[in-house]
């Protein structure tokens, strides 16, 4: 029997918890969440993968994925960051490293380094620990990439809040461009 892709089932996941529920016929509570058992279902009604999917298909997901994107509480899952559909999702404020990094086209970084980092039909900006991950990011938009170094050390220290949203990806509502500098 032919296995799941997991990183396409990955890549349905966001789709579904961060961006489109409603094309798999789901509806997320208010903190983005939904029955574990309810989104499998969805996921096998939808199609397309070589055998029924299972709660275990969803737990390696979680548990081998690099990115830690998804959490499980109380028999209910959702997307940890990267929501593009308005939900009232809360972080918890933690002191970011002295740098972070922002991969961008060489196209958006000129107006960036005028009006800032801003969510862009996302919730938060999503901020890289190191150049190797940012150069992935700016990659997914064009090939001739910028990476942006953030001097989030002082942007901290000056009131900017900031989020851990896992061991490689720092979260902010924005970044004033006093706080940026182009690689």
Known sequence: M????????????????RHRPERLGLTLAPDGSVELATFVNALN?????????????????INHGTKARFAIKDGRIRARYGHSIPLPVSYESAEPPAVLYHGTTRDNASSIMVEGLQPMGRQVVHLSTDVETAMQVGRRHGKDVVILTVDAERAWTEGIPFYRGNESTWLAGSIPPEYLAAR
């Open 2 to 17: 032919t296995d799941v892709n997991y990183t396409s089932l990955s890549k349905a996941m966001s789709k579904a918890l």
């Open 45 to 61: 009604q939808r199609g397309g993968w070589p055998r029924t999917l299972t709660e275990d298909d969803i737990m390696h997901v």
